[in-house]
């Protein structure tokens, strides 16, 4: 098992503080979000969610106009000179402002389009979010810099907090799709607002071109990426609310966001760390190496059995949390389970490929994969829902072997040694499979609460056994990287009183 003991140390503490930090950055709004996800999911319908999320993604596909990338090159560069940082402010500002002006005036047309008249309304509101959050590009940069996922943490709980306060207040009172619009906003506005509160920067009217074109080649390329990942994450929900309605695109939505919720929580604080830090030491692909290796097995541990799990117990959980109405959401659901295994692998590796400088790489693999989700979008969607999603996870299993060879050859590591450590943590969570489907045999006339009960209980203690018995060597290698880091940070702290 790689340890990262010979990384550089001020940068690995930083580094390890920055999983933390972007733990808690994620599961505290998500706890958050779930606790509103699951009272609105009870008190409105799937057609609710539906035309507030075909609102949503068109805000996004403004959104994705915006040259947000701009940001990842500063991070990548590591640049913070006021020049690099007010002429990308002012780039994404103007731009955002566009995307804004040109969404807002095209709501009534999309509303007859999609035959929503609702949408008239939301768009002008929803797509405020699109300048807040180009607002937001360079502060956020500017955190990410120097690993200060601490005060990101904070902003991110601070936002979900009073999101959730105030989307709750207006269900509970009868305001419907509004709460949830309300709820989007508010988290995009107190986000952005509480980042330049953070960082403490106030931009300048400064704009040198000359400064932007240093940053291009990386920064087209990453906000190229972006626009793609919406084709990938978004276009697929304005074909389905188009051709299947608002209550199938409610459907869809709210099979996709428990999916993005178990992602996130299961891996997505090693994503968000990954890009900045492997940024940060890209010029020694040993200790690359080491931490990616690390950093895959320990997404892997999570992930896998959470997606397993989730995939086995949802014909209890869902109804039983979110109402019944939510019922046809289990096999979309399902089959997204099967796409989380790899997802969180690829969260890291996206992250590897693009601070090792091969963001024009990953641009053309995403363009690539973009281009052949249009036909199966259009193929598939007017066949329902289900099928839709087994072909985008299909084509997903086919082509991720493209970068994988890539994560290969950047580190110079054999397939063997990368894909076998995946192994334990599989044959751990089919035995935890094998377990909540034997008792289910065993127990089958149990009331639906004591019945989800007993698979959490049968199933998490195999899970736990049998990793321990086949990863016993990689499970003690991340403790010691856990007790190092933390006697490190111990001296640090108590030599300097510095804490990163």
Request: include cysteine; glycine fraction near 8%; charged fraction near 10%.
């Amino acid at each position: 098992m790689p340890l990262l003991s010979d990384i550089n140390p001020s940068r690995s503490l930083a580094a390890f503080r920055g999983v933390f930090w972007a733990a808690v950055n994620i599961v505290v709004p998500t706890a958050v979000n779930l606790v509103v996800f699951i009272v609105t999911s009870r008190l409105l319908t799937p057609a609710d969610f539906g035309v507030v999320a075909l609102a949503a993604t068109l805000a996004a596909a403004a959104a994705a106009v915006v040259p947000t990338g701009f940001g990842d090159a500063l991070v990548q560069s590591m640049q913070k000179d006021a020049v690099s940082l007010n002429s990308v402010f002012w780039l994404c500002a103007a731009c955002g402002v566009g995307a804004y002006a040109t969404l807002a005036s095209t709501g009534g047309l999309v509303a007859k389009v999609f035959g929503a008249p609702l949408l008239v309304q939301l768009i002008p509101v929803l797509g405020i979010r699109v300048i807040v959050d180009a607002l937001g590009v360079v502060p956020t940069a500017l955190l990410t810099q120097t690993l200060a996922f601490r005060r990101i943490a904070v902003r991110t709980a601070i936002a979900s907090v009073v999101a959730a306060l105030v989307s709750i207040t207006l269900v509970v009172r009868g305001f419907g799709v509004w709460a949830l619009v309300a709820s989007l906003l508010t988290t995009s506005v107190v986000s952005t607002v509480a980042t330049f509160f953070t960082v403490r920067w106030v931009p300048k009217w400064s704009f040198n071109a000359k400064t932007l074109n240093g940053l291009r080649s990386y920064g087209v390329y990453a906000s190229g990426t972006r626009t793609l990942l919406f084709l990938w994450n978004q276009a697929d929900q304005i074909v389905v609310g188009f051709v299947l309605g608002a209550g199938q695109l409610g459907i869809y939505n709210f099979s996709r966001r428990i999916f993005s919720i178990i992602n996130d929580v299961s891996s997505g604080a090693l994503g968000t760390v990954a890009h900045p830090y492997f940024s940060g030491i890209q010029e020694n692909i040993e200790r690359v190496r080491n931490g990616f290796l690390s950093a895959t097995f320990l997404a892997s541990i999570f992930a896998f059995p959470v997606f397993v799990g989730l995939a086995l117990v949802a014909d209890r959980a869902v109804p039983l949390i979110f109402g019944p109405q939510w019922a046809s959401a289990l096999w979309p659901i399902r089959i997204l389970c099967v796409l989380g295994i790899i997802t969180c692998i690829g969260t890291l590796q996206a992250g590897l490929i693009n601070s090792l400088g091969k963001a024009k790489w990953w641009f053309y693999y995403q363009l690539f994969t973009g281009v052949i989700n249009v036909p199966i979008i259009v193929i598939c969607a007017p066949r329902g829902t289900s099928l839709l999603l087994v072909a985008i996870v299909a084509k997903t299993y086919l082509l991720w072997p493209t970068p994988v060879l890539m994560t290969l050859r950047l580190l110079e590591l054999s397939a063997r040694q990368y894909l076998g450590q995946f192994l334990a943590p599989l044959v751990a969570a089919g035995c935890m499979a094998g377990g909540i489907l034997g008792s289910r045999m065993l127990l089958p006339h149990l009331s639906e609460p004591m019945a989800l009960v007993c698979d959490i209980v049968i199933g998490i203690p195999i899970y736990v056994l049998v990793l321990c018995l086949t990863a016993k060597k990689k499970l003690l290698g991340l403790s010691a990287i856990f007790l190092g880091f933390l006697g490190r940070g111990n001296k640090v702290m108590t030599g300097s009183g510095v804490v990163g």
